[in-house]
């Protein structure tokens, strides 16, 4: 069934923006932790679940503590779920400074480690660390309902595109570094990345992948000029022949200044089946990486339901998926 267009709501970045900065630099007190975990391919454990009320840590095991860390954006509340107790933070009128002491208190009361850095990454006009943000914030409970609104959104629509994926593929989530929504496929042909960028960057370019997500702040590699809040997909490495081809979704254009499929939020929004249109755009992208970078097509399985999976033979799923296309 459809979406009704007015059900995804309008995203304006300049009403927007100062709950985006100060959202991205609290998930990444927590999300620091996740950093301590093995190293999957691509950051896929370091990512952010979209809850029903907010963004969610993976669960973490340190000193014998099991426990999860809930940013609930509906309650304006930062949540430290732990197996012996649960202490509740407020994201009201406070700094990130204020609030990273007050989280290291209450993380240190349950028995969990402070988390092993305090630097603030990925925000070029950030402070260097959590201690050095002093700026107060108000909580605007209408932004971040907002927020989260498009991350779920957006998420729904990424794990139907994600599903019949059958090579390594990470969970769907926000990255809470670049504050992006992500779902990546990857596969195991080594690249290289070349001598520039972090090493978390190179790290995560050592292999062939396909991405596709969510941002609010799509900006030039300066970060200083932001583009339309919406979807993004991109191919790694980069090939030659992504000019002129069609993205699957009216509104969906190729930015070659970027390296970038863009779909607006606001041409999203208004098309008759939004939900449809991110599974649409993210086929046209997979497509494009089949045409110009020689990506498998038997990597992708059939797209439907655990319903007609439990009733039907692997032999039918072929014929349905030649009947839906």
């Known amino acids: ?18 709950m ?16 301590d975990d093995p190293f999957e391919v691509g950051w896929g454990n370091i990512v952010l679940e979209v809850s029903p009320r ?14 999860a860390v809930h940013y ?25 400074a204020d609030f990273y002491t007050a989280f290291c208190e209450a993380a240190a009361k349950l028995g969990i480690p402070h988390p092993r850095s305090a630097l603030i990454c990925e925000i070029p006009a950030a402070p260097p660390n959590f201690e050095d943000d002093r700026t107060e914030r108000v909580w605007d409970a209408h932004s971040a309902r907002l927020m989260w609104e498009a ?9 139907a595109w994600q599903a019949p994926f059958l090579g390594h593929r990470p969970r769907v989530g926000v990255m809470w570094g670049g504050f992006d929504l992500s779902a990546t496929r990857w596969r195991p042909k080594r690249t290289d990345p070349g001598p520039k960028g972090p090493p978390f960057m190179r790290n995560a370019q050592l292999h062939e992948y396909v991405s596709v997500g969510f941002s ?4 030039h590699g300066d970060g200083t000029s932001p583009l339309d809040i919406g979807m993004y997909a991109y191919i790694w490495p980069q090939p030659d022949g992504l000019e002129g081809r ?19 939020w606001q041409n999203l929004r208004r098309l008759p089946d939004p939900h449809g249109a991110i599974v649409r755009f ?6 494009a990486a089949v045409r110009t970078s020689g990506w498998p097509t038997d990597l992708v399985g059939p797209r439907v339901d655990g319903w007609y999976m439990s009733e039907h033979q692997p032999s039918e799923h072929a014929e349905h998926v030649g009947r839906q296309g």
């Open 20 to 35: 985006i900065e100060y959202v991205n630099r609290v998930v990444q007190v927590a999300g620091k932790y996740s950093l």
């Open 151 to 159: 991350f779920d959104l957006a998420a729904g629509g990424l794990e």
């Open 54 to 67: 907010g963004l969610r840590t993976p669960v973490f095991r340190r000193n014998g503590v099991t426990f």
């Open 1 to 18: 069934m459809s979406e009704r267009p007015e059900a995804w709501p309008v995203l304006d970045h300049a009403e927007l923006g100062p």
């Open 282 to 287: 993210g086929d046209a992208v997979y497509e």
């Open 246 to 264: 069609s993205w699957g979704v009216e509104g969906a254009d190729w930015h070659p200044d970027l390296g970038l499929a863009l779909l607006p």
């Open 72 to 96: 609930r954006l509906l309650d304006g509340v930062v949540v430290i779920e732990a197996d012996g107790a649960s202490r509740t933070l407020s994201l009201g009128r406070t700094s990130v």
């Open 216 to 219: 609010f702040d799509n900006t």
